[in-house]
């Protein structure tokens, strides 16, 4: 038995693995809120195959689908917007929300926004910290959340640690948020390679 190669197609096998165990564990614990999945936009092949996959594991579980979000994360280059695209398509065709990971942070910015059409962006927490009595990202965040107000976009802040952030945002609209203030993540044993890459 050994580890194959870091290739794309261990990137794909990761991803999809990924995939099933979080809605395994979703199922497990009961949740009643949303499951986020982030997803690396290079390692996926066919959206068509990647959503059977995901499908078949909720299907398996009794997991409800309309649960499930699929968020690509922002501060990864992108090498196919086109094929991107193809796969928010597929997603939110089939019923599943979409949204982009760590807005803010990465290499798109708008151009992404608005080729994509997510249902949610997910402002990065380097925007929000000390928002409360920093300018320019309150100037930022202002014009983020403008922009989703008008495209119909859902706003959640990360990475949220005070009071006084929680406030600022509050003030300026967005509901939704996530980070230290309200809890810190939790985990249960992480995925070793060996678990997925056996030969």
Known sequence: MGIRSNTED???RFDQECRIRSIRLAHQLNI???LSINFMPNAIYNPNLCLRTTLEAAKSCGFDTSKIIFEVLEDQKINSPEKLKEVFDV????GFSTAIDDFGSGYAGLRLLTDLMPNIIKIDMGLVRDIDKTRPKQAAVKGIIATAQELDISV???GVESLSEVEWLEEHGIELMQGYFFSKPLF???ISPEEIFMV
């Open 156 to 158: 959640i802040a990360e």
């Open 91 to 94: 997603y939110q065709s089939n």
């Open 32 to 34: 009643k809120v949303r």
């Open 188 to 190: 249960v044993r992480l």
């Open 10 to 12: 261990n990137r794909y």
